[in-house]
């Protein structure tokens, strides 16, 4: 089946396509890179894909990963001390601590 658009369905698909954002998504179902179908908000890119959200996003993402890894030392130091005290060895301070 062969399907005829005429010219000014071709001139809404272009402008749709001109107002979507202009980045390149992967679809593994297709194998290939796809244009996202979101509308630009900025720049030619969606609120998602728009360089400085992503920015944000990854800022944020390592805070809160360094948050969490800073607090998994501090259990672990405090297991190994409680560990080394219970088979009877001196835990001396160091300076600075």
């Known amino acids: 089946m062969i ?5 000014e ?10 107002d979507n954002c202009k980045e390149k998504i992967y679809r593994p179902s297709m194998w290939r890179s796809v244009p996202c179908s979101r509308k630009a908000v ?14 944000e996003r990854e800022e944020k ?7 969490k890894m800073k607090s998994a030392k501090a259990l672990a130091i405090d297991a190994a001390k ?16």
């Open 82 to 97: 409680k560990l080394l005290k219970c088979n009877g060895y001196a835990i001396k301070k160091e300076e600075g601590q």
């Open 9 to 18: 369905q071709s001139t809404k698909v272009d402008k749709m396509i001109k």
């Open 42 to 55: 900025k720049d030619g890119f969606c609120k998602q894909h728009h360089p400085d959200s992503i920015k």
């Open 61 to 67: 993402s390592k805070k809160e990963y360094d948050k």
């Open 3 to 7: 399907v005829m658009i005429t010219s």
